[in-house]
């Protein structure tokens, strides 16, 4: 059985940084082709924040959302089965709870192609 679990959230400052982690197990991060952090903030649809994919004969190729480009990382290690998010000059607008997702095809932008959700990490950003 396939178990994301998100950790590394908390509260920071404006301007501050944190990094999120997706423990992945039942099945090896590389054997995904799409792994992605969504977030959501209370009363709106689940937002898409970064993603990257793995194809062997390709390499990865990483996407973001507008909001977060240049400011997030996203990052896997498939060794250790796991996927990060550094997230840096963070704002207000961060603040939602945030969730990894694994897929095994499609756009990766969308919240459809992920198969496997993890239960979510507050991320909260004081100004």
């Known amino acids: 059985q396939v178990q994301l679990i998100e950790s590394g959230g908390g509260l920071v400052q404006a301007g501050g940084s944190l990094r999120l982690s997706c423990a992945v197990s039942?099945?090896?991060?590389?054997?995904?082709?799409?792994m992605g952090w969504f977030r959501r903030v209370p009363g709106k649809e689940r937002e898409f924040v970064a993603a990257?994919?793995?194809?062997?004969?390709?390499?990865?190729?990483?996407y973001y959302a507008d909001s977060v480009r240049g400011r997030f990382a996203i990052s896997r290690d498939n060794a250790r089965n796991m996927v990060y998010l550094q997230m840096n000059s963070m704002t207000s607008e961060d603040t939602a709870v945030y969730y990894c997702?694994?897929?095994?095809?499609?756009?990766?932008?969308?919240?459809?192609?992920?198969?496997?959700w993890g239960q979510g990490t507050q991320v909260t950003v004081s100004s």
């Open positions: 990257m994919t793995w194809v062997e004969e390709i390499g990865s190729m990483k």
């Open positions: 997702g694994a897929g095994s095809k499609g756009n990766s932008m969308a919240y459809e192609t992920y198969d496997y």
């Open positions: 039942g099945r090896g991060a590389g054997e995904f082709f799409v």
